[in-house]
């Protein structure tokens, strides 16, 4: 098969089209044809060897979230068949630990990614668990697909299960011109929640505003925004802040804006993972510090049944050809995107 593969650390300068034999489906695996994979954040981190224990062997195939059509099942999958169109999930549980017992699988001990610590959909087939594969729902096409399968469960976990908002709660969400940010926007509007959002550009404020977002602030234009975001909350300020950017400056301004007993929930930290915090207003708030990564295999199921219902919409900024993929990494890094990059494979 035909692969598109990291060969040396560094960037998108090391991907380089290769041959690869074909994988062969495990007894629970699922063959698949990819059609469509996103280009994500944590490509560049599996670039540069920087993600926390990350276990990259070379050459590696990115691609978290491919969608495309079942080739051929292992002898323990019943359930699938030939040409049906099916989406994955990236993060792969053991589903033994004490974690995935509880429910908890996004906390796996053992977890693993597609893309990541086994390899990818930059390439025409890959080998994926049956557990990690959704049926694409009737009218959604594959880049809409590959577009909610990362973004809409880890928005969904971060929301639902980790800050527990609830309805008429503020929720603040930072970078909303973002593909999880766009996404929680949306789930936080579903769940009963009156939403805020925090856009890096003007470009992206009416684009914010669109998915559902009772205000936008551009933080480009007032990079000291909290007081006008505790004007924007109300009395009892933000409940919830939904960060999966790390800008230091938007992070600190952000948490001034919360209330009391308010959640700040970190799925990301890719402009930076350092940010400081003033202590002594954490605890004499009694502010919770909550950190959130991947989905659970509920929040999987849960976010693709509210898409079959219409309810979450995908947010694609460009479909570009695999060979293209150096130009959605510099859509990513310049920050230009509004909603998330996709690529064709085939």
């Known amino acids: 098969m035909r692969a598109l593969a990291l060969t040396a650390f560094g960037g998108p300068e090391h991907l380089s089209f290769v041959e690869l034999p074909d994988p062969t489906p495990a007894t629970d695996e699922v063959l698949v044809r990819v059609r469509t994979v996103g280009a994500n954040r944590m490509d560049l981190d599996v670039m540069r060897h920087k993600g926390i224990g990350m276990r990259v062997s070379l050459p590696q195939i990115l691609g978290l979230d491919p969608a495309g059509e079942v080739v051929a099942t292992g002898a323990a999958v019943t359930d699938l068949r030939p040409g049906d169109r099916v989406v994955a999930k990236p993060s792969v549980a053991c589903g033994a630990c004490r974690f995935c017992l509880a429910g908890d699988d996004d906390a796996c001990a053992h977890l693993v990614n597609l893309g990541v610590d086994r390899q990818g959909g930059f390439a025409e087939l890959i080998a994926i668990p049956r557990q990690n594969l959704a049926r694409i729902p009737g009218g959604l096409d594959f880049p809409a697909a590959t577009a909610l399968a990362h973004a809409a469960p880890v928005a969904l976990l971060m929301l639902r299960e980790r800050a527990a908002v609830r309805p008429g709660e503020v929720v603040l969400v930072s970078g909303a011109g973002g593909s999880i940010g766009s996404a929680a926007v949306q789930i936080a509007c579903l769940l009963g929640c009156r939403v805020i959002a925090l856009a890096g550009s003007p470009a992206t404020v009416e684009w914010a505003s669109s998915l559902g977002a009772e205000a936008v602030v551009d933080t480009s234009a007032e990079p000291t925004f909290a007081a006008h975001v505790r004007e924007l909350a109300g009395p009892d300020g933000v409940a919830v802040h939904v960060e999966s950017v790390g800008d230091p400056g938007v992070f600190a301004e952000a948490v001034r804006s919360l209330g009391r007993r308010a959640r700040a929930v970190v799925c990301g ?34 976010a693709f049944a509210l898409v079959a219902e219409g309810r979450i919409r995908p947010n694609i900024h460009a479909v570009l050809p695999l060979e293209r993929a150096a130009d959605a990494y510099r859509l990513l890094l310049e920050r230009r995107n509004r909603g998330k990059v996709v690529l064709q494979v085939s």
């Open 269 to 302: 930290s890719h402009a930076a993972p350092e940010v400081s915090i003033d202590l002594n207003w954490l605890y004499r708030n009694r502010i919770s510090l909550i950190g959130s990564s991947g989905s659970s295999l509920a929040s999987f199921r849960d």
